[in-house]
């Protein structure tokens, strides 16, 4: 799993029919201080998460797991909301 910031979301007018009613989000992953790092990335969505939020997502295989039985096709899929981050003995103030 790797921490990222919700940055804006993708209309498709056209795409694959597995990716029929799923949302697709932009997110630039971040480090745990919340700096960014690398490009940012198109990931669906399972949560809600919205503009904004600190999710946390997968790729690969796992990205298509939260959407079984249905055969979803995705590299990268947002599972989680972060509400708060703990690291290095220091709390982060809440997202």
């Known amino acids: 799993m790797q921490l990222g910031r919700v ?3 993708v209309w498709a007018s ?6 029929e009613s799923q949302r697709l989000l932009i997110v630039q992953p971040i480090r745990p201080d919340r700096t960014p790092v690398g490009k940012p990335l ?3 969505d399972c949560t809600g998460a919205g503009a904004g939020e600190i999710i946390y997502w997968v790729r690969g ?3 298509t ?4 039985p249905n055969e979803v096709a995705s590299d990268a899929t947002i599972v989680g ?7 290095g ?3 982060e103030p809440r997202c």
């Open 7 to 9: 940055i804006g979301r």
């Open 14 to 19: 056209v795409k694959n029919p597995g990716l």
């Open 42 to 44: 198109i990931c669906t």
């Open 61 to 63: 295989r796992e990205a």
């Open 65 to 68: 797991f939260p959407f079984l």
């Open 81 to 87: 909301i972060v509400d708060e981050i703990h690291s």
């Open 89 to 91: 003995g220091k709390q």
